[in-house]
T-cell receptor
Framework: AQSVTQPDIHITVSEGASLELRCNYS??????LFWYVQSPGQGLQLLLK??????LVQGIKGFEAEFKRSQSSFNLRKPSVHWSDAAEYFC???????????FGAGTTVTVRA | SAVISQKPSRDICQRGTSLTIQCQVD?????MFWYRQQPGQSLTLIAT?????????ESGFVIDKFPISRPNLTFSTLTVSNMSPEDSSIYLC??????????????FGPGTRLLVL
């Protein structure tokens, strides 16, 4: 069975500073990896995904993530955060046979002025 | 990506009653999924709904409590039956990216916020 660990429950970052959110996964086969963002009172929006190929993937809103198979990680980064990036971020791993997703516990990002 | 809507967006219900949540997508999709997000928690998959077959439930979820319908390729309903305060959650539907060259990706609706008193 697949699983996802997001070690950081809450991160506070200053506006304009860089952000990195950690994600570690466990899955026996080649994983499908996703980052979603949930703003307060909203559903989930897909930021980016990795299936294969280039291990550095670009997403929306200036986010990128790097897949590192040796570390079973898929960390999310943004060079300069905006106040609108304050939200809950979820990492997820999908199974290749039925596409079911398992989500991490989420990381809450607070942006201070 | 698909445009997904859910009705109702929120509701307050009395214990012992049932609520049916609708999920509508603007294009045909193969798989629809229902998730529960309890307060302050992550998402947990309830079941997968494929058109023309019975829904497949995850461990800990049963059809009597969460009956699901999938009458066509653009619509599904989830009923939360005989509700208790523990059912207070956000319920989200998602669809696969079939037809958009990314069937492996799930796109989510805005969610239904349920409070049971």
């Amino acid at each position: 069975a697949q699983s996802v660990t997001q070690p950081d429950i809450h991160i506070t970052v200053s506006e304009g500073a860089s952000l990195e959110l950690r994600c570690n996964y466990s899955y026996g086969a080649t994983p499908y990896l996703f980052w979603y963002v949930q703003s307060p009172g909203q559903g989930l929006q897909l930021l980016l995904k990795y299936f294969s190929g280039d291990t550095l993937v670009q997403g929306i809103k200036g986010f990128e993530a790097e897949f590192k198979r040796s570390q079973s990680s898929f960390n999310l980064r943004k060079p300069s955060v905006h106040w609108s990036d304050a939200a809950e971020y979820f990492c997820a791993v999908g199974r290749s046979n039925d596409y079911k997703l398992s989500f991490g516990a989420g990381t809450t990002v607070t942006v201070r002025a | 990506s698909a445009v997904i809507s859910q009705k109702p967006s929120r509701d307050i219900c009395q214990r012992g009653t049932s609520l049916t949540i609708q999920c509508q997508v603007d294009s045909q999709v193969t798989m629809m999924f229902w998730y529960r997000q309890q307060p302050g928690q992550s998402l947990t998959l309830i079941a997968t709904a494929n058109q023309g077959s019975e829904a497949t439930y995850e461990s800990g979820f049963v059809i009597d409590k969460f009956p699901i319908s999938r009458p066509n390729l653009t619509f599904s309903t989830l009923t939360v039956s005989n509700m208790s305060p523990e059912d207070s959650s956000i319920y989200l539907c998602s669809v696969d990216g079939a037809g958009r060259v990314d069937q492996e990706t799930q796109y989510f609706g805005p969610g239904t916020r349920l409070l049971v008193l």
